[in-house]
């Protein structure tokens, strides 16, 4: 039984799906194993343990769905693969896992793997109803891209959900970085039923991604820049890596009126929310950080429609971190989350 990311086989295609690129794959493939054999979180061996326990699943992947599908069926799964059957199909419970069939032992190997934070997915036939409806911020992301053929570099991404969307709008490679090991792991459970895909995502911070590894022809960042006390660093990181005519596209909390908002404490319920900016200040700072064509492709109120607990998720959500007497604003009394999208390009020269 594994008890580590080392030595797993899910990463050794890296650096050949960046060939010929303009990122040095060969120097992130190295950095990556390094990263993996330093990863040390004491349920790792548990979350291993319950995707080796995975049903024989035929590999297929269907990704320009709201709900990517990554594997076939296993038996007892859906015929409507929005749906689960029922709690005691085939004349047992789902919490008895020694008479479970495929279908309830995959389905609980993913339930170890809580909370889903991103998605929604369906794999091997079992629907993953993630705390983020993600696909709605795809669709506001989706007609302000175009990445046919492009190597993508998705920073902060979570389990790879946007991965899968952007090979399915046409990615050639996509690599994701991000330093939460739960989500590494439901990545491997991801990559376990859709197969070998150039939808990597590594265990890097940021920070740990050298400035010099090249430019890739699009670089997201989703739900970061408000973590980051230094804005300006990770913008010009952003920049970096974006290669020159390549586009930005980043996502980030925002305040309406004259000021950028500094919250002292929390910020619906969230810690290290260190800034909420203005709009004209966000594009001022992309502007400043070099990038041109800056612009505001679409401005978004969370809803509870879009974030909320579910089975998959069972910790508190949006709802408990909106005033319930005005849920124009959070439980700290600032302003209720309004997201911005804006796209921008790194000059030729």
């Known amino acids: 039984m594994s008890r580590s990311f080392a030595g797993l086989p899910a990463w050794d295609s890296l650096a050949e799906a960046l060939r010929g690129s303009g990122v040095d794959g060969g120097a992130l493939a190295a950095l990556n194993t ?26 297929a992947q269907a990704l320009d769905v709201p709900a990517p599908r990554l594997g076939l069926p296993v038996e007892g799964a859906p015929e409507d693969q929005g749906q689960e059957p029922p709690a005691e ?50 669709a506001r992301i989706a007609p302000h891209i175009d990445l046919a053929g492009a190597t993508v570099l998705d920073v902060g991404c979570g389990n790879g959900y946007f991965g899968w969307r952007m090979l399915g709008a046409g990615a050639r490679c996509v690599v994701g970085i991000d330093p939460t090991v739960l989500f590494v ?7 376990r039923c859709a197969g070998p895909s150039p939808n990597f995502v590594l265990p890097l911070r940021d920070t740990d991604l050298p400035l010099d590894i090249g430019g890739f022809d699009a670089v997201f960042s989703l739900g970061v820049l408000y973590h980051r006390r230094d804005p300006m660093d990770h913008l010009a990181r952003l920049w970096a890596w974006t290669r020159p005519g390549g586009q930005l596209v980043l996502e980030t909390l925002v305040v309406e009126g004259p000021r950028s908002l500094h919250p002292e404490g929390r910020y619906a319920r969230m810690r290290n929310v260190h800034e909420v900016p203005t ?4 594009l001022e700072r992309v502007r400043s950080a070099g990038f041109t064509r800056a612009q505001v492709a679409d401005l978004n109120r969370t809803t509870t429609r879009e974030q909320r607990s579910t089975d998959w998720m069972r910790f508190e959500s949006l709802d408990r971190c909106l005033d319930p007497d005005d849920p124009a604003r959070t439980v700290e009394g600032h302003p209720a989350p309004l997201r911005a999208i804006v796209t921008a390009r790194r000059p030729m020269t």
């Open 34 to 59: 390094a990263m993996l054999e330093a990863v040390d979180h004491g349920d790792l061996p548990q979350w291993l343990a319950a995707i080796e326990d995975f049903p024989a699943i035929e590999a």
């Open 279 to 282: 709009v004209d200040h966000l």
């Open 89 to 138: 199909a085939n004349g047992h419970s789902r919490e008895s896992t020694e008479a479970a069939g495929a279908f309830d032992r995959l389905r609980n190997a993913l339930m170890a793997l809580h909370p889903w934070r991103k998605g929604p997915l369906c794999l091997g036939g079992v629907p993953i109803d993630t705390e983020w409806r993600s696909d709605f911020k795809w």
């Open 185 to 191: 792991a439901q990545w491997l459970a991801q990559v």
